[in-house]
T-cell receptor, first 115, second 116 residues
Framework: GAVVSQHPSRVICKSGTSVKIECRSL??????MFWYRQFPKQSLMLMAT?????????EQGVEKDKFLINHASLTLSTLTVTSAHPEDSSFYIC???????????FGQGTRLTVV | AQKITQTQPGMFVQEKEAVTLDCTYD???????LFWYKQPSSGEMIFLIY??????QNATEGRYSLNFQKARKSANLVISASQLGDSAMYFC?????????????FGTGTRLLVSP
C-alpha cells in the first residue's frame, strides 16, 4: 500500500508554545488530506479536511485559529497547534488519499503532550 | 444519531479460534463504503478490508472477511484463525457519497484480546 509519513511521532512542548506536525505522502500525490484527533481509549474524531492549494474545511467545534492546517503541495500537509495548552494533549493522526482511490492511508500518528 | 455503531467495547478469543466484531451503520446515501482498521498499541491505523455498497460479494482479505448484510445495515468483521498479534483495537468506518471530500466516520472501536 501507499506510504504516509507523519513527523514527529512524539512531542512534548511547554504550554503557550506552538507545535507543527507534518504529514507527507511518500509515493503518491495526495489530493485530499485529513487530520484526526484521538483521546485515550476513544475513537478518531475528524478535525479538518484539506485539499491541495485551498483552505481547510474544519469540523464543527474545531477552532481553525488554533489548529492551523496548510496543504501547500500534493505531498505535504501540516497541522500547527498554536499556543498549546495541556488540554490539547492528544494523539493526532493524518490520512491522505488521491482522487479515484477507495482507500485513505494513515500516517503513524503524533502523540502530543503539553506540559 | 450515530452513523457507525460498534457495540462490543472488548472481545476475548483464544488463539486459532475465529472471532466476529460487530459493526452497524446508518446512512441514507445509496453510495457508501465500509472500512475496517486495526490500531495496535503503537497507534498507527492499519487498513484491513473494504466493502463498497454496490459490491455483490462479501469482501475477503486473507484471514479477514466482511459479513456484509445490506438490509440489516451491518458490516461485521470476521477474523479466522486468530493470532496473538491480532490483539489490538479495531475500528469500523464509513465513507458516504461518490463526490466531495469523502471523509471517514469512525465507530468507537472494539478492543480484541487474543489469548494463548
Amino acid at each position: 500500500g501507499a506510504v504516509v509519513s507523519q513527523h514527529p511521532s512524539r512531542v512534548i512542548c511547554k504550554s503557550g508554545t506552538s507545535v507543527k506536525i507534518e504529514c507527507r505522502s511518500l509515493d503518491f500525490q495526495a489530493t485530499t488530506m485529513f487530520w484526526y484527533r484521538q483521546f485515550p481509549k476513544q475513537s478518531l474524531m475528524l478535525m479538518a479536511t484539506s485539499n491541495e492549494g485551498s483552505k481547510a474545511t474544519y469540523e464543527q467545534g474545531v477552532e481553525k485559529d488554533k489548529f492551523l492546517i496548510n496543504h501547500a503541495s500534493l505531498t505535504l500537509s501540516t497541522l500547527t497547534v498554536t499556543s498549546a495548552h495541556p488540554e490539547d494533549s492528544s494523539f493526532y493522526i493524518c490520512s491522505a488519499r488521491t482522487d479515484g482511490n477507495t482507500e485513505a492511508f494513515f500516517g503513524q500518528g503524533t502523540r502530543l503532550t503539553v506540559v | 444519531a450515530q452513523k457507525i455503531t460498534q457495540t462490543q467495547p472488548g472481545m476475548f478469543v483464544q488463539e486459532k479460534e475465529a472471532v466476529t466484531l460487530d459493526c452497524t451503520y446508518d446512512t441514507s446515501d445509496p453510495s457508501y463504503g465500509l472500512f475496517w482498521y486495526k490500531q495496535p498499541s503503537s497507534g498507527e491505523m492499519i487498513f484491513l478490508i473494504y466493502q463498497g455498497s454496490y459490491d455483490q460479494q462479501n469482501a475477503t482479505e486473507g484471514r479477514y472477511s466482511l459479513n456484509f448484510q445490506k438490509a440489516r445495515k451491518s458490516a461485521n468483521l470476521v477474523i479466522s484463525a486468530s493470532q496473538l498479534g491480532d490483539s489490538a483495537m479495531y475500528f469500523c468506518a464509513m465513507r458516504e457519497g461518490r463526490s466531495g471530500f469523502q471523509k471517514l466516520v469512525f465507530g468507537t472501536g472494539t478492543r480484541l484480546l487474543v489469548s494463548p
